[in-house]
């Protein structure tokens, strides 16, 4: 058994997975903890399996899965957990938008004794139309989310979450999304199975130098049907 486990959901990330991995590696090192990663490629269509192929070959302390179909990235971060060997388990954006840098203090909430750490991001705004409209989008969401849900978190959403394995493992099978609506219930679960749930401040970089898999009017509807749609679910087993 290892200390931690970090699951990587590749889609397209190839171009970046090697860089992205070193900068984790570096800042693990400064830790005490042993490690594994399990990378899996999601069936992306870049090519990105043959990078995912030789990260894992580098490395004694890297597992792999690489997708012949498309599951989605929820559905794809569950697997990962279920295959992970650490007492520890979680998953970040592989582009590292929001950096690894705040793993030690994700690790350190763990350790001080809540069931899972997640970031709740903070957005470095340019005058730029992409990032404003992600911002906005952003917060209207978590808003919708408090409202229909009741949940107190600031946000749901991150691809940053870092959970004591035993503990999150229950909880997988309560999960029905398999895309991005993923994070929701999953921090839907977490607060209504009563897990402790500490967020911690990330600053959110847009990298401009690829391009992003993030559609939003396309994904924010989605996400509302989804929310809607598990609300509904949620009533009829009397949780709300």
Request: hydrophobic share 40%; glycine share 6%; with cysteine.
């Amino acid at each position: 058994m290892v200390d931690l486990s970090i699951v990587v959901a590749c889609y397209n990330d190839g171009a970046h997975l090697e860089e992205s991995l070193r900068e984790i590696e570096k800042v693990l090192e400064q830790t005490r903890y042993s490690y594994e990663f399990i990378i899996i490629d999601d069936a992306s269509p870049d090519g990105s399996a043959e990078a995912v192929k030789r990260a894992v070959f580098k490395r004694q302390n890297a597992r792999c899965i690489l997708h012949a179909q498309n599951v989605g990235r929820g559905g794809t971060v569950a697997e990962g957990f279920r295959m992970a060997d650490g007492r520890l388990a979680g998953f970040l954006d592989i582009d590292l938008e929001v950096h690894c840098r705040y793993l030690p203090s994700m690790l350190l909430a763990l350790e001080d004794g809540c069931d899972a750490a997640v970031a709740q991001r903070h957005y470095e705004i340019h005058w730029s139309l992409d990032t404003f409209f992600r911002y906005v989008l952003s917060v209207g969401y978590q808003r919708m989310v408090h409202i229909m849900l009741g949940l107190p978190f600031q946000d749901t959403e991150a691809g940053y979450k870092f959970f004591h394995r035993n503990r999150i493992l229950p909880l997988l099978d309560e999960v029905q999304s398999q895309g991005w609506f993923w994070d929701t219930e999953i921090m839907a679960q977490c607060y209504y199975h009563e897990l402790e749930v500490r967020e911690i401040p990330a600053l959110f970089i847009r990298r401009w130098d690829k391009p992003s898999t993030v559609k939003p009017i396309r994904d924010s509807w989605r996400y509302l049907v989804e929310l809607f749609r598990f609300r509904s679910r949620m009533r009829r087993e009397g949780v709300l």
